[in-house]
């Protein structure tokens, strides 16, 4: 298991995040404005990208950037035996793609709008998780899921996480303090995570005790720096 502190110190460079994160950016609000479930589909697939027009070198250095973190996982949160962690991967194969707002969907929401789905063949599609381990109950969720369930209950929430962590990327300590603040202000107001954690941070010290990521992150971005 590869550590955060491998993935920020060594080997993301900046452009990748900046196109994750823009790539992030469009299939979140291309779900929102579409009204779609997005219940699994991918953060980002070539044909996106290509819409984005990233040129053939930087393309090919996003995949080669991508498949270095696949299986990837980073501890997100641990507490009393419980743990939610963030996984990558890379996939090639067909996806579902969206040409009324151009980004990549599940086979639910293609299905479910079929007269602008489409099949890609044969393309580079990049996924990320979140998995929880709660006593005997697994979690598997899409963090565009997530991410666009958050923007549907604090509008703009999402988008300042993605923006603190291209910040980050940046190597600004102010993109590490927002996605304390940001991450702070969720656990302060989404009322039905109390009943899925067995704690609740409430201050920024909980958090950092509870997030070895966050620790690790710390260590870089915070005030002993």
Known sequence: MLGVW????LRIREQFVEDLV????????????????????PITVTRLLEEMNL???RLRRFWTDAQRIAGTTVK?????????????EVRQGSVYFNEELDIPVDFIDCKMHPESCTVIPRTYSLYIYLDGNIEN?????????L???LERSIPCTSYRLLDAILRMSKND???????????????????????????????????LNLSPALRILNTLFGDNK
Not at 6 to 9: A, E, F, Q, S, T
Not at 76 to 88: D, H, K
Request: hydrophobic share 45%.
């Open 55 to 57: 040129g053939e070198y």
């Open 76 to 88: 997100l949160y641990s507490r009393m035996g419980s743990e939610f962690i963030i996984s990558v």
């Open 22 to 41: 823009s790539s992030a950016r469009r299939v979140i609000k291309g779900c929102i404005d579409g009204g779609f479930k997005c219940i699994d589909p």
């Open 137 to 145: 109950t697994k979690y598997h969720i899409n963090v565009i899921r």
């Open 173 to 207: 300590k102010n993109g590490y303090l927002e996605l304390l603040n940001t991450l702070l202000m969720i656990f302060r107001n989404i009322n039905l995570l109390k009943y899925i954690l067995p704690f609740m941070p409430m201050s920024v010290k909980d958090i």
């Open 6 to 9: 491998y993935i920020v110190r």
């Open 147 to 149: 991410l666009v369930l």
